[in-house]
């Protein structure tokens, strides 16, 4: 079910930083534009991976930071894909494109999602150990 969330979450940021991109491309610089709806687009995802998809507690820029990373490795991904089909047709049609940056995009997407769940997002062995001791403490203090 959270994958699902993810999914959701993601793709919904994903639909609405591209319109944003389409509003700002007459405004500014197509590069600067993309980097500015890039970078807000993470830190929004971010906080709706946290609350809706994996549920989380944990909060801060330490989060953006580890989850702004796994954005650039997808895009490092990404990337790589599109330029290992260009090394190998120099030039393909529009659909080879597509499906190449899609397949790559459904990976990296599968990958992220991994490490934003257990690394980012997952619950700490030390904050388990803690509130396990804690509860135990609280029991007896209790009794």
């Not at 700002?24 to 609350?51: F, G, Q």
């Not at 702004?68 to 490092?76: F, I, N, P, R």
């Not at 049609?93 to 997407?109: E, I």
Request: aromatic share 6%; with cysteine; proline share 1%.
């Amino acid at each position: 079910m959270a994958f699902v969330r993810f999914v959701v979450c993601g793709g919904g940021v994903g639909v609405a930083s591209s319109g944003v991109l389409v509003l700002l491309h007459d405004r500014m610089p197509l590069a600067v534009a993309n980097a500015l709806v890039t970078v807000v687009s993470t830190v929004i995802a971010t906080e709706l991976h946290s609350r809706v998809s994996f549920r989380s507690g944990r909060r801060g820029w330490g989060v953006h930071l580890q989850s702004g990373l796994t954005v650039a490795v997808s895009y490092a991904f990404t990337t790589g894909a599109l330029l290992c089909l260009y090394a190998v047709r120099s030039e393909p049609s529009a659909l080879v494109q597509q499906s190449v940056y899609l397949s790559a995009s459904a990976l990296a997407g599968v990958g992220r999602f991994a490490l934003l769940r257990v690394v980012v997002f997952g619950e700490r062995k030390a904050a388990r150990a803690r509130d396990g001791v804690l509860g135990r403490t609280s029991v007896a203090m209790a009794a």
